[in-house]
């Protein structure tokens, strides 16, 4: 079964360290997001692609980057990592591009910078 | 400023009954709304999706409802079970976009 994959599940860093978080689909999605949850703010987007060498920035990108070198992987890097960026980060996909359409969610991963 | 809002942050709800989670939205240029279900330590799923071209859209024991003049959608559950307890997000996107905007969870806690 095709699905969204995300790891590690929980990480604890230090402050300016650099973090990168790794999302893996196998739907064959064109689309594939970062999200952010916090108490308070749901979920924010990050990043996003709409394919391979396409990258966008969301509305609380400071901080992070993202690369899409293959259709399957988007992952997701905080450059120097701050304790404001404590949070659960979700990586999410969708087919179509050009409307809205169902995201299909990883697991998350749980990030704490202490 | 937050476009999608849920201003109820839970609701508790006895088995068997409805559940109504309500959310409202800012930009007149939303026209497709989903409802998402997310349970702890897991990622959210989707649930049920409108058109801002229907003002209701069934599927089982969930309904959602679209009352565009108000900028407002809800999410109906009948009858409510325990399984049901769970934070539930509303989104929406505009036409020509692949983008969602969330609101901020509404934690719904079904009750025997």
């Known amino acids: 079964d095709a699905e969204i994959t995300q790891s590690p599940r929980h990480k604890i860093t230090e402050t300016g360290r650099q973090v990168t978080l790794a999302c893996h689909q196998t739907w064959n999605h064109n689309n594939m997001f970062w999200y952010r949850q916090d108490l308070g703010h749901g979920l924010r987007l990050i990043h996003y692609s709409y394919g391979v060498q396409d990258t966008n920035k969301g509305e609380v990108s400071d901080g992070y980057s993202v690369s899409r070198s293959n259709t399957e992987d988007l992952p997701l890097t905080l450059e120097s990592a701050a304790s404001s960026q404590t949070s659960v980060y979700f990586c999410?996909?969708?087919?179509?591009?050009?409307?809205?359409?169902?995201?299909?969610f990883g697991p998350g991963t749980r990030l704490t910078v202490l | 400023d937050q476009q999608v809002k849920q201003n109820s942050p839970s609701l508790s709800v006895q088995e068997g009954r409805i559940s109504i989670l309500n959310c409202d939205y800012t930009n007149s240029m939303f026209d497709y709304f989903l409802w998402y279900k997310k349970y702890p330590a897991e990622g959210p799923t989707f649930l049920i999706s409108?058109?801002?071209?229907?003002d209701k859209n069934e599927d089982g024991r969930f309904t959602v409802f679209l009352n565009k003049s108000a900028k407002h959608l809800s999410l109906h559950i009948v009858p409510s079970q325990p399984g049901d307890s769970a934070v539930y997000f509303c989104?929406?996107?505009?036409?020509?976009?692949?983008?969602?905007?969330f609101g901020t969870g509404t934690r719904l806690q079904v009750f025997p």
């Open positions: 999410a996909s969708s087919e179509s591009q050009g409307r809205a359409d169902t995201q299909y």
């Open positions: 409108i058109s801002s071209i229907k």
């Open positions: 989104a929406a996107s505009i036409h020509n976009t692949d983008k969602l905007i």
